[in-house]
Structure formats: C-alpha cells, structure tokens
C-alpha cells in the first residue's frame, strides 16, 4: 500500500523486470497481490495494444483538427498521454494560455475532464484510463472540434477551411 491506498498502476520499463521486481511501499503480501491482479488484467485484456490503438486514433484525429483549427499549433503525444499546443499565431507561437483555459471549463462543462499543462499552461492534456474507448475518442474529437470553433470565432481567428 503506498499512502493508505493499494498500488493501481505498474510502469515497467523494461521487459526483464516483468513479474520479477516489484517496488512498493507498503511492504505487505496484500499490496503485492494487487500489484499482481493489476498486471493479470492489463495483459488479459491487452490493454497495452488497446490503449496504442486509441491512442493512434486520437491522434490521427487530433492532426485532422489542426487542419481545421488555427489554434492547435502542435499535438504530440504517445499511446493515450496526448496533448495540443494552442497558440495564439503557428509563427510565432505564442501561447493562447487564457484560450485553453476557456476550453477546459467548456470541455468540463460537457463533462470531458482534460487538464491545462506546459510552461506557459496552454498544452490541453488528456490522461484516460486504458479503457478509453473508440467511441470515447470520437465524443472528445467531436467536441474538440465545436469548442475550438467556438472560441476562434469568439476571439476572432480566421477559419482555416
């Protein structure tokens, strides 16, 4: 148990240390049992393959909004932690730090719960669960693409298309 709470999440680097090593804190048979029916469910359900697969999805979406959005300056990101960059000009990058926040309060409203990130706050942050579905990905994109309509029209950007 690690503060009070039984480990949820395992990060393995490497492929050796699979089953093998297990750091925790809580130092109990009970903590290590979790830890062991965690990885059980994350290799039975390949939720290591879904959540690449999902992941690619957003962001092929994601590159297909910046197409659309003059406000997504860059995505990047791997599996399902993805992020978007929003910049008041792609030149100068400027970040649109107030911008992003206006989304994540609509995308809350809708509730969507992506969070604000970077040095300057304006990277939009998704953090799902491994189970984050296709049709989750799509409900995101989907309203991704209205908010960010909205605001650039609000704010006065020059639609792309």
Known sequence: ???SRFVSCVCVLMRVLTRVFCVQYGGNPVSGAVANAVMDVIEDEQLQAH?????????????????????????????????IDLVMDRETREPATDIAGQLIHRMKDAFILVSQDGPANNVIKLKPPMC??????????????EF???????????ALN
Not at 134 to 144: R, T
Request: hydrophobic content about 45%; proline content about 0%; glycine content about 14%.
């Open 1 to 3: 148990m690690a503060a």
């Open 51 to 83: 959540a690449h697969a999902v992941g690619n999805e957003l962001l092929d979406g994601y590159r297909e909004l910046m197409k659309r959005h003059i406000l997504i300056g860059d995505v990047r990101g791997s599996g399902l932690m993805l992020g």
């Open 132 to 145: 984050f579905s296709s049709d989750d990905a799509k409900l995101l994109l989907g309203k991704l693409d």
């Open 148 to 158: 960010l309509g909205d605001l650039e029209r609000e704010n006065g950007f020059k």
